[in-house]
T-cell receptor
Framework: DGGITQSPKYLFRKEGQNVTLSCEQN?????MYWYRQDPGQGLRLIYY???????QKGDIAEGYSVSREKKESFPLTVTSAQKNPTAFYLC????????????FGSGTRLTVV | EDQVTQSPEALRLQEGESSSLNCSYT??????LFWYRQDPGKGPEFLFT???AGEEKEKERLKATLTKKESFLHITAPKPEDSATYLC????????????FGQGTTLQVKP
């Protein structure tokens, strides 16, 4: 079955450490997105990529980095510069044109210890 | 500034008690309005896309409607399995596919 796979499901980060969240899709979608979800807040866009080897900053890109070397993969690195990284991270992809909006992964919960 | 506001933040219903969730939006030009369902600890699941005022879509006990300023998600005779957080999002015209999300409405249906 086609879908988006995020790993790991849970991730713990020590202070000053960089961590990378994986996102892989086999839907042949061109566009991919990273969102952050905090309790009581809507999803906020971190980075997005519409084609391979190209990506743009979203609304809250500071302290994060991404790469898009393959169509199927869009990993997100949470750097030590991100001062409040504890959150639920969601990866999504989209085929254009489409009536279905985004397809989301199951998320990664990142906690600072 | 494009903005989405959902109300209420939380809603508790008895099984069979119908109600509506509201999504008010401000956007420069609407390309589409999306409703998603999210269960705890999981990614959002697509429900509906609405494109123009007056449009309606239905799926089982859910019906979504759209006006020029807001959308409603009507839940008819809900069951406990309808308990979840419902997210509304808009995509503006000329946008790059970015969705702007509301903060969600958490629905609890008691048997």
């Amino acid at each position: 079955d086609g879908g988006i796979t995020q790993s790991p499901k849970y991730l713990f980060r020590k202070e000053g450490q960089n961590v990378t969240l994986s996102c892989e899709q086999n839907l042949n979608h061109d566009a991919m997105y990273w969102y952050r979800q905090d309790p009581g807040q809507g999803l906020r866009l971190i980075y997005y990529s519409q084609i391979v080897n190209d990506f743009q900053k979203g609304d809250i890109a500071e302290g994060y980095s991404v790469s898009r070397e393959k169509k199927e993969s869009f990993p997100l690195t949470v750097t030590s510069a991100q001062k409040n990284p504890t959150a639920f991270y969601l990866c999504a992809s989209r085929r254009e044109p489409t009536d279905y909006g985004y397809t989301f992964g199951s998320g990664t919960r990142l906690t600072v210890v | 500034e494009d903005q989405v506001t959902q109300s209420p933040e939380a809603l508790r219903l008895q099984e069979g008690e119908s109600s509506s969730l509201n999504c008010s939006y401000t956007v420069s030009g609407l390309r589409g309005l999306f409703w998603y369902r999210q269960d705890p600890g999981k990614g959002p699941e697509f429900l509906f896309t609405l494109y123009s005022a007056g449009e309606e879509k239905e799926k089982e006990r859910l019906k979504a409607t759209l006006t020029k300023k807001e959308s409603f998600l009507h839940i008819t005779a809900p069951k406990p399995e309808d308990s979840a957080t419902y997210l509304c999002a808009v995509q503006a015209t000329g946008n790059t596919g970015k969705l702007i999300f509301g903060q969600g409405t958490t629905l609890q249906v008691k048997p």
